[in-house]
Structures are given as C-alpha cells and as structure tokens.
C-alpha cells in the first residue's frame, strides 16, 4: 500500500517503501492551492520531474536547495539544475533507470513538450515508473496518450497510475481510460485538472466515465492523502 498526498494540478507525494517521492513541484503559483499547502512544508526523499513547463517546475529550486532531495529528471533540466546551485541530481533519459536500495525508477516516453521558464531548452519530456518491493507505479506526466503505453505493463505490474485528464494541454477523460487499459491498471488517481480555465472539468461526469470503463478514478482534494 502506498500513500498519495495531492498538492494541487500535477503536484503530489507518493509515500512507497518508506521513502516520500515528490513530484513536479508547483505550489506558489497555484492559486488553487493557497492556504492549503505550504511549499516551505513539503517534504521530499527523493523529487521527480517530467518536464520542464513552469507548471511542473516553479518550485523544483526552492525546494530542493531546502530539503538536499536528490532530483530525478532529463540531462537538460540536470544542466539547468546545475547552473542554480541544485547539484544533487540523478540525470536519466527514456528507456533508462536509476537503481536504489528500496526500487528503481525509469524514465518512459511522454508525447508533449517541454522549455524551462527561463526560455532554457528543456529536452524531451518524459513520464516514469516507479518500482518498489511494496508495489508499482506508473506517473505519465503531461502526455497525450500513446501506443508506447502498452510497453509498461510488460516493465512491471502497475498498482496504480497517475494520469492528467484536463484535456488541452494533455490527455482528456477519454484518452486516460484509454492509458489505464494500457498500461493494465483500474486505479487511475486523475491530476492536470481545473488549475486554470481551459482545463477545468466535470469531476462527477469524470468520475462515472470511468466507473462505466470499470475502472476507478481517484479524485483527492488539495492537501489531501488517500491510500492507492
Ligand atoms: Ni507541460
Ligand atoms: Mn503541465
């Protein structure tokens, strides 16, 4: 059993193996999440990022200087990491893992895009699963859906999946039912949603989309933890 605790559009911790990984850290500019998350307060092990849009990064520097937790991420945000001071960075690209004592971590293939704040090129953008002796997972970050999907479940068995579903900028309700089945899990926990106005959606109408697939979509309020 892991734990997931949402901090708001597509930030969150998932607590697997005794270790807090946290991913795409974005708080301060999120206006959904004011009052209900302290950035200063996140706690990390260990913090993934799939890419290097300013919703998935605009707290990355803060917060890793202030917890020294290792940073997983593309070579092109590792040198744009390094230029800031945050030297404790694992760099990886698809098809590559990072091993440790609790799991291992590998970075797959995302259809999207991906340029730091500061213009810097971002490379490729990127999702990961997550291994451990106590479960797996799967976290797709901004991504349309792919065919490539269906290479997971031959990786590991996924116990859960963190999909965006906000449509626009990513996959919508639709195509992240579509992911799930690929990918070979009924646990979906949705994110990339209602942050801005192009993505707000309908949790109820998403939820029953998904309960009509026979799968289960986990919606958890900002700040809140759920076991998956
Ligand atoms: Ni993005
Ligand atoms: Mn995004």
Not at 26 to 37: C, S
Not at 70 to 90: H, R, S
Request: proline share 5%; charged share 20%.
């Amino acid at each position: 059993m892991a734990k997931f605790t949402y901090h708001g559009h597509a930030c969150f911790t998932v607590e697997i193996a005794g270790k807090k990984l946290l991913f795409d850290p974005f708080v301060t500019p999120n206006p959904l999440a004011q009052g209900k998350v302290d950035v200063n307060q996140l706690e990390a092990d260990y913090i993934l990022v799939s890419h290097g849009h300013e919703d998935h990064v605009a707290d990355l520097v803060s917060v890793a200087k202030r917890t020294g937790a290792p940073v997983l991420c593309n070579f092109e945000i590792y040198l744009w990491l390094n230029k800031q001071g945050v030297e404790n960075v694992f760099p990886m690209n698809h098809g590559g893992k990072w091993k440790f004592d609790w799991g291992y971590v590998k970075m797959v293939n995302a259809v999207h895009s991906s340029i730091l704040p500061d213009g810097t090129y971002g490379g490729n953008p990127g999702g990961f699963v997550v291994v451990t002796n106590e479960g797996s997972f799967y976290y797709s970050g901004d991504t349309a859906v792919t065919m490539d999907m269906q290479l997971i479940p031959k990786f590991a068995k996924i116990d859960f999946a963190v999909l965006p579903i906000g449509d626009v900028f990513t996959m919508d309700v639709e195509e992240a039912i579509l992911a799930a089945q690929f990918v070979q899990t009924n646990r979906v926990v949705g994110v990339h949603y209602d942050t801005f106005d192009p993505i707000k959606i309908n949790k109820e109408e998403a939820r029953k989309r998904f309960e009509e697939a026979g799968l289960t979509l986990l919606l958890p309020e900002i700040g809140e933890t759920i076991e998956v």
